[in-house]
Structures are given as structure tokens and as C-alpha cells.
């Protein structure tokens, strides 16, 4: 489990891709302290195990179902990631419940500069929309955000300078790919209403012939 706090960024140095994924090799320095082999790292909002550690460097295996609905594929060598270390019983959450399982991606469609802040908007499907309420969470690219706006098909934050500076989200441009995980209990809510629904209806209709 995650707070969507990113501890750091970090640097992919090696890439390889394997039958039915791709293996990542992070430098992960000072973050790579006390990490054992097995434990679970979110690399831009994607809950991944180490499998290997050694100098301050960490490998990951992402399977394709990772792959094809993160931005982990699109990764190269070089290019920066966020990183979080899982978080232990008892430590203090400042962002929000994380899973690190993504649910999909959208798209940086506008990026808005103001004073001392950024306005992003967001695109993504339509069906994820039930989701997004304003003034409720979501995860990007493993950074727990406040939802400001919400449409058909896009949403809205606005980034600190902190978040700018201390994640990968300072780095986007219009067009990027980001990973998106919308908050848990939303999402739980949701769809226990969609399974009740149906019947619901069938007893409203029921009362009604009778």
C-alpha cells in the first residue's frame, strides 16, 4: 500500500524487454536503503517487486497487462520516474490510500501556467468518469492530487511548486501519457451501486404492476 507521497525521482538505466513484459533497472540510491528482495516499490504509480538489489540499484519485471495499461512501456533509458516505497502500519498519510494498480491512462491535454502554480486538464475515457468527483482524490503517475474540475472526459488539478519540483509531473508537456489510479473507496462505492441497480429497478417495476 501507498500514500502517493513520491519520496524522489529516479533514473531508468536499463531497459530489457522479455517475452510477455519488460524487466526495469532503477538507480535508486539512497531509496534502495533497507529494500529487500520482494518488497513493493510504486514507479510512477505502478506497484512493482524488487527483484534484484544491488548498489543502489533495484530490478523490476512488469508483466504486460502492466504494460498495456500503464505508461511503463513507453519508458527508455534515461527518463525520469517517481518513486515510493511502501508504506509500514502506523506511518503517517499525507496523501490518500494508493494501491499502485493502475486503472488506466489519459492524456496532458492542456497545461495552464499561473502564479505560483500550473493548471493541468487531463483527458481520459468517458467510461472513468463516474469516478471523478471535484474536490476528490486521484493518483497521477503515482502523486496523490485534489480533482479541482471535472467533464464528460477531462478533469482538472493544479500543481504546487513543490509537486513540480519534486515529481515528474514538473517534466510533462501537453500530449504525455500519465497514469491514472482513481481513489479506492470511490471506486467501491461505484460499482456496488452499479451491481444493486439492477435490481432495484426490478423491484420499483415490480411495485409498480402490483
Known sequence: MFTGIVQGVRKVTVITDLKGGRRLRIQLNDLAENLQHGSSVAVNGVCLTAIKIEEGCAEFDIIQESLDRSNLGA??????????????????????????????????????????????????????????????????????????????????????????????????VEGDKVNLEFDLTTKVIVKTIQRMFPEIKKQILSGMKN
Open 75 to 172: 519508458l527508455v533509458n534515461g527518463d525520469s520516474v517517481d518513486i515510493e516505497r511502501a508504506c509500514y502500519f502506523g506511518d503517517e498519510v499525507g496523501g490518500h490510500q494508493v494501491t499502485g494498480h493502475i486503472d488506466c491512462t489519459g492524456k496532458i491535454d492542456e497545461i495552464r501556467k499561473t502564479p505560483n502554480n500550473r493548471d493541468v486538464v487531463v483527458y481520459c475515457e468517458e467510461e472513468w468518469g463516474g469516478y471523478l468527483i471535484p474536490k476528490g482524490w486521484i493518483a497521477i503517475d503515482g502523486v496523490s492530487l485534489t480533482i479541482v474540475d471535472v467533464g464528460d472526459n477531462w478533469f482538472s488539478i493544479s500543481l504546487i511548486p513543490e509537486t513540480l519540483e519534486h515529481t515528474v509531473l514538473g517534466q510533462k
